[in-house]
């Protein structure tokens, strides 16, 4: 494929999503990145697991800060927006291409990005919640990519958005599917994982 055709899907791509944030408040690409790239993603938190560097996630930020499993269950870890890893780098860039294109079409201003490795062991969720901070609003859209290879409806894991007047939307955790919406206004949550782990990179386009 040349370069041109790439940009030419990369744009129709970042269009639909999009227009599904317009019309549905959420927006999803089924192959946001090239599998490739997601098993890279997918080895590196793997590799980060084994190594011990997976931290316990919390909620809230600064004084509202706690850690509940009762609430949230996933060990994170950041990723530095510099990286040097070859899968994180594609990752990045395209994420950065992604807010060029909101800025140029859609006037959003965003100026940064962050995101984290999530990793959610059997049994574990992360209950309904908005992801913006009630102390900080930097936070503007919410994207998440999925790692799993292979998965299955019963292997459960479901990401449930609750669009204010609508109706709920369940979305299965499959490699290579991007999911974007609102951080101040779209309620979600994290279903058990029954079978096998659950694995994503959760980020914030922020102002």
């Not at 706690?66 to 950041?78: L, V």
């Not at 965003?110 to 913006?132: M, P």
Request: aromatic residues 12%.
């Amino acid at each position: 494929m040349d370069k041109d055709q790439e940009q030419k899907e990369e744009h129709d791509q970042f269009e639909e999503m999009i227009q599904g944030l317009i019309d549905n408040k959420y927006g999803c690409s089924n192959h946001f990145i090239d599998i490739n790239t997601i098993n890279g993603l997918l080895d590196n938190i793997q590799r980060e697991k084994q190594s011990g560097n997976l931290q316990v996630s919390g909620t809230g930020n600064k004084n509202d800060y706690q850690q509940n499993a009762s609430i949230r269950g996933d060990k994170i870890k950041w990723i530095d927006d510099k990286s040097i890893d070859q899968f994180e780098k594609i990752y990045n860039q395209k994420v950065c291409n992604f807010i060029s294109h909101l800025n140029k079409t859609c006037f959003t201003a965003i100026k940064s990005f962050e995101s984290h490795y999530a990793d959610y062991e059997q049994k574990s969720f992360y209950k309904r919640h908005l992801d913006q901070f009630k102390n900080e609003k930097g936070r503007k859209y919410s994207i998440v990519l999925f790692l799993n290879q292979d998965w299955q409806t019963e292997d459960g894991g479901l990401l449930s958005l609750y669009p204010e007047g609508g109706s709920q939307q369940d979305i299965s955790p499959i490699a290579g599917k991007m999911v974007f919406f609102q951080s101040d206004e779209m309620e979600h949550e994290v279903h058990p994982s029954f079978t096998r782990e659950r694995r994503s990179i959760a980020g914030w386009l922020k102002d």
